[in-house]
């Protein structure tokens, strides 16, 4: 359902703000690889988006929930947690492939 919302909305904005824009990729969040259900969902976005799937991945934790009741980036409230590192990961795979792209 969350897929279908999103790609509504893209052609929305598309069809009414800007006509090039695009969905530069999918970042995997409350990612829990424990469970059967994250693994159906993956599978599910990665057939709707081929090539757009980030590897990065940014896990269900504690600490990135916490950060937003503080008022703090998550890099601010505990930069050695696994979400943030996760998003730093993140931010480095976005870097390198805007470089290659660009």
Do not use: C, H, W
Not at 79 to 94: H, I, L
């Amino acid at each position: 359902e969350g897929l279908a919302q999103l790609m509504s909305t893209v052609r929305q904005i598309k069809r009414l703000y800007n006509p090039s824009i695009e969905l530069e990729g999918v970042l995997l969040t409350m990612y829990d690889g424990r469970l059967n259900l994250t693994s159906q969902v993956v599978a599910e976005v990665k057939k709707f988006f081929p090539q757009k799937v980030y590897k990065s991945t940014i896990p269900r934790n504690v600490r990135l929930s916490e950060a937003p009741s503080f008022g703090e980036p998550v890099m601010y409230y505990d930069r050695n947690s696994k979400g943030a590192a996760a998003y730093a990961d993140f931010a480095e795979e976005f870097i390198k492939k805007q470089a290659r792209e660009n």
